[in-house]
């Protein structure tokens, strides 16, 4: 399980070089997205063989029987990584199916460590990393997701618990407004963007705050973050 990174060139300040070294061995990778898996491949290795490297494409569309082959190939005994377009595989990305059927072979799984924009942003927020939940993507419908909101923000005030979420970077700002407009002023809200880049902004406010403070979160990676300041 090979996390990539979150955007940008770097890999040696996030991904340790002992993580680096094992990936550089491998030859089979099964990936949410070719273009970035071999990008990431030379970030760690400019001289990375991506010819001799064998890619398998895994998503929502992945047959049945193209996972029974990736399958066949970690029973000969080989190693196979799943790497997700950005951060760690299976976390909000595909992977999951193809190590839970690893996983009814008793074949190790080994989660490297690497970024995680989910995790980042609560280290960072200053909410309760004792009780939380991701919900993952919001509804696209706006009057689902401003009850998903409002719930969010109910259950926060009752037992204390943090709420994250996310949604597709062309409807941030979307988002950004029914969280402006649908909640409390008192409540707190954690916008990260751009987590790991030079550009990042990790922030916790209130609503009112926000209004005067929101910035344009359009096309950009974005985690929101519902929870109660410790």
Not at 32 to 44: N, P, T
Not at 66 to 78: C, T, V, Y
Not at 189 to 211: D, P
Request: glycine share 6%; hydrophobic share 40%; aromatic share 8%.
């Amino acid at each position: 399980m090979i996390p990539n990174t979150l955007g940008g060139e770097t890999v040696i300040d996030i991904i340790p070089q002992g993580v680096i070294e094992k990936v550089c061995s491998m030859r089979y990778f099964a990936v949410e997205d070719i273009k970035s898996a071999r990008r990431l491949l030379r970030k760690m290795d400019r001289s990375f063989p991506i010819d001799e490297t064998n890619f398998f494409m895994l998503s929502k569309q992945t047959k049945e029987a193209e996972l029974m082959d990736m399958l066949l190939i970690l029973l000969r005994g080989e190693d196979l990584g799943i790497i997700s377009e950005a951060g760690c595989p299976s976390i909000a990305d595909p992977g999951a199916e193809l190590v839970s059927i690893a996983q009814s072979q008793s074949i190790k799984i080994y989660p490297f460590v690497g970024p995680s924009s989910i995790f980042l942003a609560l280290m960072a927020s200053g909410f309760s990393g004792q009780k939380f939940t991701f919900h993952g993507y919001l509804p696209k419908d706006r009057k689902e997701r401003i009850k998903q909101l409002r719930d969010f923000e109910m259950d926060t005030k009752r037992t204390g618990g943090t709420h994250i979420f996310m949604d597709t970077p062309f409807r941030n700002m979307n988002v950004l407004d029914d969280l402006l407009n649908e909640l409390g002023d008192h409540t707190s809200l954690c916008i990260a963007s751009n987590i790991s880049l030079q550009s990042q902004s990790i922030q916790t406010k209130s609503i009112v705050e926000w209004r005067e403070h929101a910035y344009d979160l359009n096309k950009i990676p974005v985690i929101f973050i519902i929870g109660k300041p410790q």
